[in-house]
């Protein structure tokens, strides 16, 4: 399998070709849709894009796509609490669904890479600036 996208169907009407970029997002937003996953882990170059304002939805993700074969690879950062191993099994179903329900692509792999667990902790609330008592300086 290579990373290029081959033609993927020809119809009476032409050929339908989808990018190999096009599945790295499908399969991004599959998995940060399952409860558990904190984001997704996307290495040095990812961070920087993020830090620009850009938001990379195929971060953390890599494809291999075939003429009708598909195989990706995600690196998750997972919620402290949360058995690792459902949220991985849950990736993996989510991804492969998404992928072949949108495309038409038989998912032959969905590797999930955990790279880091997060802690979530409590909500903090902004307190108000304490104002400065008038009464104390005359």
Not at 67 to 80: C, G, L, M, P, T
């Amino acid at each position: 399998m290579s990373t290029l996208a081959a033609d993927y169907e020809k119809t009476e009407m032409g050929t339908i070709q989808i990018a190999p970029e096009v599945i790295e997002i499908i399969a991004g937003m599959a998995t940060v849709e399952v409860p558990g996953v904190a984001g997704m882990s996307g290495g040095f170059a990812g961070g920087i894009a993020e830090l620009l304002g850009r938001k990379n939805m195929s971060k953390g993700v890599k494809v291999e796509v075939g003429q009708r074969e598909a195989a990706i690879d995600v690196s998750v950062v997972i919620e402290f609490g949360t058995r690792i191993p459902e949220v991985a099994g849950a990736v993996q179903q989510n991804v492969k669904n998404a992928i072949e329900s949108m495309t038409g692509l038989s998912v032959t792999q969905v590797n999930v890479h955990v790279h880091d667990v997060i802690f979530k902790g409590p909500e903090k609330t902004e307190e108000p600036a304490a104002e400065p008592n008038p009464q104390r300086v005359k």
